[in-house]
């Protein structure tokens, strides 16, 4: 068995082929090295012709890799930082001496390289073995080893990806979607329906979802008397509701609703103790919603009995004007408009997932 192997590839992002194409590499070599190539001025162009909703870093895009493969100790991760080499298939010499020096740097010797690119054979030999001290970097009898050419297994591509990412689900790995998960948030008062509608809508687009964790620490924590909230409990109630949105989004399919976001718990914050929660706020200039489903209180509804709901609308209302947050308003719940609600809602969802899609 060879000892080390190298992979190159932008992974932008990883896809399912990426996936097979490096596992099958992998059993050839006891270690394999798989090369994450940035360059950050190509990376934005391909982010400006995607449809995809936001531009993965080259953070994100190491840690789509490492956690892949977290499992298979032989498959190791670096970074190749292309900045200032002229564009494929250009840059050839360049792109050598910067390959030679991330090897020198990482103390690895290469003994095969593997592809599924049949016109990159020829620039590897011509390049690499050209290079000065070629020895210190690569066997002397180095191999360029073709795998996978015609993508018999998964004929997936990283431009479709960027172009369909729902539409190619499917192709994308379990770390990689989390990136691309579409969080849905149902706001509006109590006794909005709100929590009837997440519950339906998490159903009927079989992912998860998040409950309002306010609820629940008001009943664990204060015996169910939201009079007792103070302040420093709503900081405790942020942090505990975006880890739970992030447990959610791991296990998600496409979407996540959440039951509450954190302009609600402001509001709820300045209407109970007169004050803006700095942690939440940051949450809130932090945290991006896809979809905001407002199901609002209309001023004709108000009598004395409804009057705490109304304010506690009106403050969440300025909340959203000043931060210019985006929703889109369900009617107040009654009998009829708990389906007219549902149903709104999923073709609001459908268009906007068609609309990723074209």
Not at 22 to 32: D, M, T
Request: aromatic share 14%; with cysteine; net charge neutral.
């Amino acid at each position: 068995m060879l000892k080390n192997g190298i992979i190159f590839g932008k992974f932008y992002p990883l896809h399912i082929g990426h996936v097979d194409f490096i596992q099958q590499a992998s059993g050839f070599v006891e270690n394999l090295y798989v090369v994450v190539c940035s360059d950050d001025d190509r990376d934005k162009k391909l982010f400006e012709e995607s449809r995809m909703k936001k531009m993965p870093t080259v953070k994100d895009r190491l840690r789509f890799v490492e956690k892949t493969f977290k499992h298979q100790k032989n498959i190791k991760i670096l970074h190749l930082a292309e900045d200032g080499i002229p564009f494929y298939p250009n840059g050839w010499k360049l792109w050598s001496e910067r390959v030679q020096e991330t090897l020198l740097k990482n103390n690895i010797k290469v003994d095969v390289i593997f592809t599924n690119e049949t016109q990159d054979i020829e620039n590897y030999k011509n390049n690499f073995l050209t290079l000065p001290s070629f020895e210190n970097t690569f066997d002397k009898n180095l191999e360029i080893q073709m795998i996978d050419t015609n993508r018999n297994n998964f004929h997936i591509s990283a431009t479709e990806i960027r172009k369909n990412p729902y539409k190619n689900w499917f192709f994308i790995p379990k770390y990689v979607r989390e990136f691309f998960v579409l969080k849905v948030a149902i706001i509006g008062s109590q006794h909005s329906g709100k929590t009837n509608l997440t519950h339906k809508l998490a159903n009927y687009y079989n992912t998860t979802y998040v409950k309002e964790y306010k609820k629940e620490y008001v009943k664990e924590e204060l015996q169910n008397n939201v009079d007792n909230l103070q302040y420093d409990d709503y900081s405790n109630i942020a942090y505990e509701h975006n880890r739970r949105i992030m447990d959610s989004v791991k296990n998600a399919e496409k979407l996540s609703f959440i039951d509450t976001d954190f302009y609600s718990l402001q509001s709820f914050s300045i209407f109970e103790t007169g004050e803006k929660q700095p942690v939440v706020e940051d949450f809130i200039r932090h945290t991006n919603f896809d979809i905001l489903l407002y199901i609002k209180k209309r001023a004709d509804e108000t009598n004395p009995g409804k009057f705490q709901d109304f304010e506690y609308d009106k403050i969440l209302q300025n909340l959203l004007k000043e931060n210019n947050q985006k929703y889109i308003e369900l009617p107040h719940s009654s009998n009829k408009s708990l389906t007219e609600n549902y149903i709104k809602s999923i073709q609001i969802i459908n268009n906007y997932l068609e609309s990723q899609e074209t």
